[in-house]
């Protein structure tokens, strides 16, 4: 009897310190990439984020594993109140994708019917983005230009805004 409550607790025991050092990894996640795993240092990602968006006042960075691919993902505003959300990938230091969300583009239902750019401006924009990538898909939504383009080796999304020209959405795969 003094063995199966031994064996019991024991069990028990495991099962909380296990569970606990699990729940702790899952909240916290794995910020501590080893410099063996990644070529592109936090600071750099960052330089490269602020370049890439004039003006961007970063708030916060998470690492993340996107397919196998370790991302900084940096979260940031504008002047302007825009928010912007940038991923640059930790080996190459390359720009995956450019979020910008903003009051005017949340509510725009009305600028798909008067759009100041033109698709051909607009396509130009987005060809600008993604060198070499060829227009497979593209539509009109909310004020938008959103494309879908390949170049062999990659698929990007680029959103145009319909009004300024801007890209305000932007993903490589």
Do not use: C
């Not at 750099?44 to 993902?73: M, T």
């Not at 879908?148 to 993903?171: A, K, M, P």
């Amino acid at each position: 009897m003094k063995k199966k409550w031994l064996i019991g607790s024991i069990v028990g025991l495991v099962v909380v310190v296990l569970g606990g050092a699990y729940g702790v990894h899952a909240v916290s996640g794995d910020d501590n990439w080893s410099k063996e795993e990644v070529k592109v240092s936090q600071e750099e990602a960052k330089s490269v984020a602020e370049q890439e968006v004039d003006g961007l006042a970063i708030n916060h960075v998470e690492k993340e594993e996107d397919d196998g691919r370790l991302l900084y993902e940096f979260d940031g505003q504008l002047d302007n109140g825009e928010e912007v959300d940038i991923d640059i990938d930790a080996n190459t230091g390359e720009v995956v994708k450019v979020d910008r969300e903003s009051d005017e583009d949340v509510s725009n239902k009305e600028a798909s019917k008067d759009l100041k750019v033109t698709e051909e401006e607009a396509e130009k924009v987005a060809k600008e983005k993604a060198p070499n990538g060829k227009v497979v898909e593209m539509e009109v939504d909310d004020g938008v230009y959103e494309f879908e383009l390949n170049d062999g080796d990659n698929e990007y999304e680029v959103t145009v805004h319909g009004q300024s020209g801007e890209v305000i959405e932007f993903e490589k795969e």
